[in-house]
């Protein structure tokens, strides 16, 4: 497989490891710019496979009882798994990192007559968009989250 020489991929690009204490701290971040706009939702929305855990900390922040999913698996959203939306509800969409767009490009593609916003933890760089952002990080290094880290200890049993 061959990458562009610009592409950012965990392959080819230098990695900056995140920590649970980051984490924590900008999904604190990000709480507190919701708090501030004063929004209310009624369900959180995380992003497949790495919204998920943001997802329910962005829910224990906001006081939020109810989390569901938008299925992304190979980069496809998973229309059939999709919950069932309603007009009348307000919604959180959460997701780790806002990197090229196309993930948000194509969860907003789905949910665009709904009443949602869009946060995410990191954003590459600064966006023209509403896309409410806990850091920018403007540089060109693969985010590697604590939930992706591989744990290579060997488990002995007695």
């Known amino acids: 497989m061959r990458f562009k020489t610009n592409e950012i991929s965990e392959e080819n690009s230098p990695k900056e490891y995140c920590s649970w204490n980051e ?53 496809k959203i998973q229309n059939d798994e999709m919950p069932q939306l309603l007009k009348d509800k ?10 090229t767009g196309d993930t948000f490009s194509k969860a907003y593609d789905i949910i665009k007559l709904f009443n949602c916003d869009f ?14 952002v806990g ?11 604590p939930w992706e880290r591989r744990n290579h200890m060997k488990i002995h049993s007695k």
Not at 31 to 59: E, F, V
């Open 90 to 99: 307000k919604y959180l969409i959460i997701d780790d990192i806002y990197d």
């Open 119 to 132: 946060g995410v933890l990191m954003c590459r760089y600064k966006q023209n968009n509403s896309v409410l």
């Open 23 to 75: 984490i924590e701290f900008l999904t604190k971040v990000l709480a507190y710019k919701i708090q501030r706009s004063n929004k209310r939702y009624d369900t959180i929305l995380g992003i497949t496979n790495g919204g998920i855990i943001p997802a329910r900390l962005m829910a224990r922040e906001l006081d939020i009882n109810h989390i569901q999913f938008i299925p992304i698996r190979d980069k």
């Open 135 to 145: 850091k920018i990080l403007n540089h060109r290094k693969w985010i590697v989250f």
